[in-house]
């Protein structure tokens, strides 16, 4: 005989609530909790939603509980999706989720946001759901224990919820379930507020519905800020009892369809923008835990606003940089010749930043190789006066050097180069008068028989024969 369970389901606005956001769903094969977001626009329509499209399933389910239950609650988020496209006011609701469907032999749990499910079997309560808030992630980590969890300043800030937007996979778990079994699904305002060992004692005794309306007054005497529902169903082995189901919260409120925008714009005035909570000191911080916003209005005409100033922007950087860089010259080659060019020396995709200001009369083969590679290179200028400097400067070497061949080219070619600072008097018998000898080096240099050398003036950079041959010059780049 397959196994039965016997349900009751019980909720409370709180003692500091103005409406309650909590749905709960309690009958023959399923029982489910929606905590919907306080503070957020219409935290209690979503939540009414999650409920009355999750009830179809209570009725005898598929072999297959968790596909069954993935698919209602996706068609629920559908659901959200299409309530806040008619009306963007809503835009920031959301609810969790969790729910068990019973096949008579298991349930199937689905599960998301921070509503809690528990089995409690042979006096031992298990919990079979784990929250989707930032500090359970902290606790996962290993970063923080539970302990620390409990009054850390961010323990309710959820990470998973149903609300239209994100298409977030709920968990999915199954487990098997024996005669004596009690299933507890209830809100963070029980869970958030009475102790697991409590929790535990209650659920030892008494029928579905004594431990339903006990833990709810244990909530409410611990100080319980939130709304609070606690849904219990016993698994029996006994035949199918003909209770009814029950509902409780939001989606009891209102059994026609809650997707009307009069019924959301009701609910919206009974709500604070996000920036009104954050400022008001006197808001139950229970609000807060869902981050909730103002209601986006002309969603479109924002967005569109946004991408457009960010392409004006964009554009005004481009001009802006593209300006800067014609304020710019560098020396180079252009083909065979020395070219000033404007710009600067590199190209965007699509975008020429350089073009050839100056074509010069001076080939590269007309300068030592030193010079030359460092005109293919590029020679940056601080504008275009210096630019035009560097360029007399490359004018004087190959003139120099050029000047130098034609020299050495009208030398006897017994002529002999001697640097001056190495030259030694040659010794001369003591009946010869010394006779003075002419030396080319890197300036004209007359000795005389002391063999002290004196050098001219030079009235240019000197250039000596080794740059004119492609040596490292002595001197640096022409400035």
């Not at 409410?220 to 003909?242: C, I, K, M, Q, R």
Request: glycine share 8%; aromatic share 4%; net charge negative.
């Amino acid at each position: 005989m397959a196994l039965t369970w016997r349900f009751s389901a019980v909720t409370d606005i709180g003692r500091s609530r103005k409406k309650n956001d909590d749905s709960g769903y309690a009958g023959p094969h399923l029982v489910m909790v929606a905590d919907g977001m306080g503070g957020a626009a219409a935290g209690d329509l979503a939540s009414a939603v999650a409920v009355q499209t999750l009830l179809r399933l209570d009725e005898p389910p598929p072999d297959d509980l968790l596909e069954a239950l993935a698919g209602a609650v996706h068609r629920a988020n559908d659901r959200l999706a299409e309530l806040i496209e008619q009306d963007p006011g809503v835009d920031g609701m959301g609810t969790t989720v969790t729910a068990a469907l019973f096949d008579g032999e298991r349930i199937g749990v689905a599960h998301l946001g921070d509503s809690r499910g528990y089995l409690w079997r042979d006096g031992e309560l298990l919990r079979i759901t784990n929250d989707h808030t930032w500090v359970q992630s902290l606790i996962d980590d290993g970063r923080i224990t539970e302990e620390e969890a409990k009054v850390h300043s961010h323990r309710s800030l959820l990470l998973k919820v149903l609300d239209g937007r994100h298409d977030h996979d709920p968990d999915l778990t199954v487990y098997d379930v024996q005669p004596g079994d009690r299933v507890l699904i209830c809100s963070d305002g029980l869970s958030g507020f009475v102790e697991h060992d409590r929790i535990e004692r209650v659920l030892s005794v008494g029928t579905a519905d004594a431990a339903a309306r006990e833990l709810t007054r244990l909530a409410l005497e611990a100080g319980s800020t939130d709304n609070v529902t606690v849904v219990v169903a016993d698994v029996v082995d006994e035949p199918t009892a003909t209770l009814e189901p029950v509902t409780v919260g939001a989606a009891a409120e209102d059994t026609s369809p809650p997707l009307s925008r009069r019924h959301a714009r009701a609910q919206r005035k009974d709500s604070s923008s996000g920036k009104s909570l954050m400022i008001d000191p006197t808001v139950d911080p229970e609000e807060l835990r869902y981050a909730p916003r103002a209601p986006r209005r002309f969603l479109a005409l924002r967005r569109f606003a946004v991408v457009l100033a960010v392409v004006l922007v964009a554009g005004l950087v481009a001009l802006v940089g593209y300006q800067w860089s014609q304020q710019q010259y560098y020396v180079a080659a252009h083909g065979e010749r020395v070219a000033i060019y404007q710009g600067v020396q590199a190209d965007l995709p699509g975008v020429q930043l350089h073009h050839v200001y100056e074509s010069q009369d001076l080939l590269l083969t007309e300068l030592p190789s030193f010079r030359r590679s460092q005109v293919i290179e590029g020679m940056t200028a601080n504008d275009l006066a210096h630019a035009q400097r560097i360029v007399d400067k490359l004018l004087t070497f190959a003139q120099t050097c050029a000047q130098q061949a034609s020299e050495r080219a009208s030398q006897p070619v017994t002529t002999a180069t001697v640097p001056t600072e190495t030259l030694t008097p040659t010794p001369r018998s003591p009946e010869r008068s010394p006779t003075p000898r002419r030396i080319e080096g890197p300036a004209t240099t007359q000795l005389t028989t002391s063999a002290e050398p004196r050098t001219t003036e030079a009235t240019t950079e000197p250039v000596t024969p080794k740059e004119c041959a492609g040596a490292s010059p002595a001197t640096g780049t022409p400035q």
